[in-house]
């Protein structure tokens, strides 16, 4: 997987409701969703919460600054997105303006 800046992240973020979808190709084996994940949150400056696993997901907590976010990636649903995670600052809009500041 190449790296990933935020640049990358800005211009793939679309805002959707209350969630904010990537499109990025999805991660196609752990090992690169691990890895995809460790790119984000570096990309990010942010740090990770343990990622939770189910059969057909994954998610994560991100805590960034003052931004607490939640990192899906969903197989069956062929989608990548970010919500707020609850905390001072908890909604979506305050989540896109701060990406968007990044």
């Known amino acids: 997987m190449q790296q990933l800046d935020v640049n990358q992240i800005r211009q793939s973020a679309r805002r959707v409701d209350e969630t904010i979808v990537l499109d990025f190709p999805l991660p196609q084996t752990p090992g ?5 994940i460790t ?3 570096s990309a990010l400056g942010a740090e990770a ?4 696993w189910g059969a057909d997901r994954v ?3 991100i805590i960034a600054e003052e931004v607490r ?3 899906c990636i969903e197989w069956l649903c062929d989608s990548i997105w970010l919500e707020s995670a609850g905390g001072i600052n908890n909604t979506a ?7 968007q500041a990044k």
């Open 69 to 71: 976010m939640l990192l």
């Open 93 to 99: 809009d305050f989540l896109w303006q701060w990406l």
């Open 59 to 61: 998610q994560v907590v």
């Open 32 to 36: 690169r969703t691990s890895q995809f």
């Open 49 to 52: 919460q343990e990622p939770e």
């Open 39 to 41: 790119l984000l949150v």
